[in-house]
């Protein structure tokens, strides 16, 4: 528990922030979708991997991890992806 403390002391790099604020993103995307299986298919679970794919991508890159960046690169664009399909759709429809 310490260490967590340490972890979030002033001299935080703004880089750990925000990985760990893309992770927790995605595990609650997930969390949701475990405990509701159509929250899978809404918009609010692409947006919640978008974003934090968003965050872990940028990390990825701070940290120079190119299976991550590669990971999180595909994390990213496929929500964003369907997110556009949805929205077009809607203007379609109206």
Known sequence: MFEL???FNSNTS???VIGILGSALCIIALAL???DG???ESNSYKLLNFCGGLCLLYYAIVTHSVPFIILESIWVALPLISLIKNFLQLGEKS
Do not use: P
């Open 5 to 7: 403390v340490k972890l």
């Open 33 to 35: 979708t475990l405990r």
């Open 38 to 40: 159509k929250f899978g």
């Open 14 to 16: 703004m880089h750990l």
